[in-house]
């Protein structure tokens, strides 16, 4: 009885390959490590195991069961997972303790009472006191909120839990909080799975351990293989923990160890044994003199650095392609360029002109080789809202009926692209302006309402940070809508959560982004931001070179152009 | 030689009014951190570690004491445990001049100190990559070259490794013995004891109150070590010293860092 994957392939949301040619056996009712460097596929490979993602190949089986039956999941096996991410405590969301163990109990659809006994037997596990029942959790401390989020967990009575991460940050009654609940899970016949960096705290609960490099197995390592472990780390480019690298010291210099990861006590009494044989051998023991003379050395270490060259990571991606030439026009410029040429475009009223603006924005869009992806998705909706109001006005234009009305449609289908294109032009603009630069030219325009008292340094930086923390909010919307759908099992491999998992996820999402908020407030106040009125340099100097008229005035000409065209020539 | 103190924290208490309850984040603490010192401070959630680092930037008020500093220690750049919440610029050397933007460095000199932090975190070159394409680990690393770039006789370092894996993890504590051989003050909070052995001093917050203050050879070892008074996990090699003492082997030696227990056992077994 075990967690079988056979041939498991994940590619992520661009399509490339996370995980790939997984085989692994993990047994049941033991303790797994999943270990790896950052980006090894650790997560994922929670994920995959826990219907999180779809698979792209291969199968994965609790016992004799699939995960997957065609492309739905088995309820049954999923029913019996138990996730707990990192920063549980941050998951919490209901009016009240009970609720919130009630929210992870939902799913199963127990009886009342079934809800009840399990709530209370779950919160004693975790050593919570009766009267938190009816507590807010947002009011307890941090450590009693991962524990009811612990508590959730384990009321759900999972067959296997599949933990990411947990000791990542904990303090140290966090951690012996964290090892007890382990050990807990695997009193109750539990089958425990664990992606971690932190083996030294992990390792003496471990059974079995699963070493991922670069999104496949490197080795699968049993508990009486333990021995080899420091080789087999060393060997896939990890580090090799304090407690390991002795245990090998030791049983290289050729003493038996009765237990694969002993305690400091037993490697001690080891120590002793390998110490007396030595010094039995040699009858001057040389050992204590040169370990006195070596004192001094080890309590003032002399300059190691630098010990290892190191070698940052290789950037994931290619630095900028967009051509530097767009990237470095002063800002204002560009916006002359912008503001100019889309005007000119959205005063055509003839089908010639509008080609030309087409035209002219499509080499545009081309030389600043601005992504696919973000044209398509600014485009969708546009286009959409294309078709909806070419039926519409196509159907109720002229008011006399279902009559199609060609020449109505087509004013709406006109109107339209126009609004396209100048939306692919300003997307274009946004691509190739970096937003401290975009910063600072507001802060030049804007200068003169200074004088009048307003914050123009403030609007600036805010409207900048705006834009930076786009990716952030969608990395933690695209967190907590993964615990949510967890902790559901609602629509969990596909995209988007249900209108009903809405509170659960908006609440943490919330209250996560406000405490983004307040520390970077205080990250930029430690970084010297104390008022907008203080002497302040930048590290864009704007100045409208040659190159900036230039453009200003292709933008000019260009306007003109239309102009003439739209007036004069059609 | 005395060194001169670079920041002096007498009697410090903040307090904050919940609505009638008084919650005292800290009580009557007592610091002085000399120029060049470096300082672990160890302390769980809600121990008010956090807060004591900002008293010590300069951005919490006091609700009694002062606190006395250099006069060139008015800013102080805080490196936290997570990049996302401090990084600010879209690129890394957006970023880094962030800070520099602040204190009215001249433009012309951003280059150059720009260059100079990324060398002494290995992000040579690094300049233009946008953020969005590093790893945590490299992103923390820009945090640190933002803080250094910006030349202030103090840096804060809040659990700076709490989110990083192990590799990332020694380059970030490589990077802090290197600050401290060039005579950097550091003030350096952590969960983890295996970086105390890095400070010349070790502070324990314990409930707002100072619980120890010390060095880290008399926080590891003595009669009764603070380290195990004090209830912390203790890192397996100095447990495994321990126990080699108690049985008369290295009983002269008191080793503090990981690599310094591996040499001491190494030289057991050889």
Not at chain 1, 160 to 181: K, S
Not at chain 1, 499 to 521: R, V, W
Not at chain 2, 52 to 75: D, F, H, K, N, P
Not at chain 2, 180 to 199: C, N, P
Request: proline content about 5%.
């Amino acid at each position: 009885m075990s967690l079988i994957l056979r041939d498991v392939a994940v590619a992520d949301r661009q399509g490339r390959l996370i995980l790939q040619d997984v085989h692994a056996t993990i047994p049941d009712a033991s303790v797994t490590l999943i270990i790896g460097r950052n980006g090894a596929g650790k997560s994922t490979l929670l994920d995959a195991m826990s219907g999180l993602v779809p698979l792209c190949r291969g199968a994965i089986h609790y016992d004799d069961l699939s995960l997957w039956q065609e492309d739905r999941l088995n309820k049954d096996v999923i029913r019996s997972i138990g996730n707990v991410f990192q920063h549980p405590e941050q998951q919490l969301f209901a009016a009240t303790v009970e609720r919130e163990v009630a929210y992870s109990l939902r799913y199963l659809g127990l009886p009342k009472d079934e809800v009840e006994r399990r709530t209370v037997t779950s919160l004693e596990r975790m050593r919570l006191p009766e009267r938190l029942r009816q507590e807010t959790p947002h009011l307890l401390s941090g450590g009693q909120k991962r524990r009811v989020a612990l508590a959730s967990t384990i009321a759900i009575q999972p067959g296997w839990l599949l933990l990411d991460e947990p000791t990542a940050g904990l303090d140290a009654d966090g951690i012996a909080a964290l090892l007890e609940f382990i050990e807990l899970a695997r009193s109750l016949g539990g089958s425990i799975v664990i992606a971690t960096h932190d083996l030294e705290t992990l390792l003496p609960h471990a059974d079995h351990i699963v070493v991922l490099h670069a999104g496949r197995v490197a080795a699968q390592i049993r508990r009486d293989e333990m021995p080899h472990l420091a080789d087999i780390l060393e060997q896939a480019g990890l580090a090799v923990p304090a407690s390991l690298k002795l245990t090998d010291m030791v049983r290289r210099s050729g003493v038996r160890l009765d237990s694969s990861c002993p305690s400091p006590r037993e490697l001690a009494d080891a120590i002793v044994r390998a110490y007396d044989m030595n010094t039995r051998r040699d009858p001057t023991p040389v050992f204590r003199s040169r370990q006195t003379s070596s004192s001094e050395a080890l309590a003032r270490p002399g300059p190691e650095w630098p010990s290892k060259a190191f070698q940052p990571d290789r950037v994931t991606g290619e630095a900028s392609p967009m051509p530097s030439f767009l990237v470095r026009l002063d800002p204002r410029a560009k916006w002359l360029f912008y503001m100019l040429l889309s005007v000119g475009i959205l005063i055509q009223k003839h089908g010639a002109g509008l080609a030309a603006g087409l035209m002219v924005a499509g080499m545009l869009v081309w030389y600043a080789r601005v992504p696919w992806r973000p044209m398509v998705k600014l485009s969708i909706p546009l286009l959409v809202l294309l078709v909806a109001s070419v039926l519409v006005s196509a159907f109720f234009g002229s008011g006399s009926g279902f009559r199609w009305q060609l020449s109505s449609s087509w004013r709406t289908v006109f109107e339209l692209l126009k609004i396209w294109v100048v939306s692919l032009l300003g997307l274009t603009l946004a691509m190739t302006t970096s937003q401290l630069m975009m910063k600072q030219a507001i802060e030049r325009s804007l200068g003169f309402l200074q004088r009048l008292r307003l914050p123009v340094g403030a609007i600036a930086l805010g409207a900048s940070l705006v834009l930076r923390f786009i990716p952030v909010l969608a990395q933690e919307y695209r967190r907590f809508s993964k615990i949510v759908k967890a902790r559901s099992k609602d629509r969990l491999h596909r995209e988007g959560i249900g209108l009903k998992q809405l509170p659960p996820m908006l609440i943490p999402l919330i209250l996560s982004l406000f405490q983004l908020a307040s520390d970077l407030t205080i990250a930029m106040q430690a970084r010297g931001l104390r008022s907008f009125r203080a002497a302040r340099t930048s590290c864009y100097q704007l100045r409208m070179t040659s190159a900036d008229w230039t453009v200003v005035v292709l933008g000019l000409l260009l306007f003109a152009l239309f102009l003439w065209a739209d007036v004069v020539l059609f | 030689m005395e060194r001169p103190i670079a920041l002096a924290l007498h009697d410090v208490t903040v307090a904050y009014d919940l609505g009638g309850e008084v919650r005292r984040v800290l009580q009557r603490i007592d610091l002085e951190i000399a120029v060049g010192e470096t300082i672990a401070v160890l302390g769980g959630n809600g121990s008010g570690k956090s807060t004591l680092l900002q008293v010590i930037a300069g951005l919490t008020g006091l609700s009694r004491g002062s606190v006395q500093r250099q006069e060139e220690v008015s800013v102080v750049p805080i490196v936290f445990q997570n990049p996302d919440a401090q990084i600010v610029g879209e690129t890394v050397y957006e970023d880094i001049c962030f800070g520099l933007e602040n204190l009215a460095v001249p433009p012309d000199q951003m280059k150059v100190r720009a260059r100079e932090a990324l060398a002494s975190v290995g992000l040579s070159g690094y300049e233009d990559v946008p953020i969005v394409q590093l790893s945590g680990g490299q992103k923390q690393l820009v945090c640190i070259a933002s803080a250094i770039a910006m030349r202030t006789p103090l840096i804060v370092f809040d659990e700076p490794t709490a989110m990083l894996d192990p590799d990332s993890r020694s380059r970030v504590l490589q990077i802090l013995e290197q600050l401290k051989h060039q005579g950097q003050t550091v003030v350096w909070a952590t969960q983890s004891l295996d970086e105390v052995g890095y400070a010349d001093r070790v502070v324990v917050l314990r409930g707002g109150e100072l619980s120890y203050v010390g060095s880290p050879t008399d926080f590891f070892y003595g009669a009764h070590p603070p380290c195990i008074e004090l209830g912390f996990r203790i890192p397996y090699a100095i447990s495994l010293i321990h126990e080699l003492q108690a049985r008369g082997l290295l009983t002269d030696i008191r080793p503090v860092r990981v690599d310094e227990c591996l040499e001491a056992v190494r030289r057991l077994c050889p």
